[in-house]
């Protein structure tokens, strides 16, 4: 079955430095979304991407949606300490191939944030 | 508006049982999926309901069932559990099963099988 690679498994940075991570795939998606899950909550939904090319913005975030469609990198510019938690990728396919609705996640990467 | 409800929050059965865990969409969602995440690894997709019927469904054994009622809440039911069946069990809820349908998550029910 998919499954989508992500690194790094963690990160130590110190408040101020940039970040970035990475998910590539064997098989192709037609959207990348980028979550985030704080301790004792669900993941929350930080960037989708819909189309490959698409670069997307949100606020200190960047994420894109690779040319191939079998990759995707989210970018955080500036960190603050309220950037720890564990990010994950996830792909997800169309009704048209049968898996719509479905998300596959990568493993996360885990962000600690030192003031 | 009250976001994706899950319960109970923890659970601790011993192996063999039974355990059946419930959700409740955002509000004018009509779409559940749930999802097994185990200790340090990314969300796995079990099966999604939608008008009352599973419409999808991940590599889960039987064992793994669910339901959808008219209301839309959902329940998930796990028999002969096992040790590997210990998770964070999310329920995510959505407006639709398209793409295009933000799919919006619970705060799971943590799940210990001893």
């Known amino acids: 079955g998919q499954q989508l690679n992500q690194s790094p498994q963690s990160m130590f940075i110190q408040e101020g430095e940039d970040v970035s991570m990475n998910c590539t795939s064997s098989?192709?998606?037609?959207?990348w979304l980028w979550y985030k899950q704080d301790p004792g909550e669900g993941p929350v939904l930080l960037i989708a991407l819909y189309k490959a090319g698409e670069l997307t913005s949100n606020g200190r975030l960047t994420a894109q949606f690779g040319i191939t469609r079998k990759d995707s990198f989210l970018n955080i510019s500036a960190s603050i300490p309220s950037d720890v938690g564990i990010y994950f990728c996830?792909?997800?396919?169309?009704?048209?191939?049968?898996?719509?609705?479905?998300?596959?996640f990568g493993q996360g990467t885990e962000l600690s944030v030192k003031p | 508006d009250a976001g994706v409800t899950q319960s109970p929050t923890h659970l601790i059965k011993t192996r063999g049982q039974q355990v059946t865990l419930r959700c409740s969409p955002k509000?004018?969602?009509?779409?559940v999926s749930w999802y097994q995440q185990a200790l340090g690894q990314g969300p796995q997709f079990i099966f999604q309901y939608y008008e009352e019927e599973e419409r999808q469904r991940g590599n889960f054994p039987d064992r793994f069932s669910g339901h959808q009622f008219p209301n839309y809440s959902s329940e998930l039911n796990v028999n002969a559990l096992l040790l590997g069946d210990s998770a964070l069990y999310l329920c995510a809820s959505s407006l639709g099963t398209g793409v295009y349908n933000e799919q919006f998550f619970g705060p799971g029910t943590r799940l210990t099988v001893l």
């Open positions: 996830a792909g997800q396919l169309s009704w048209y191939d049968n898996q719509g609705g479905k998300l596959i």
């Open positions: 098989s192709i998606f037609n959207t």
């Open positions: 509000s004018g969602h009509d779409t």
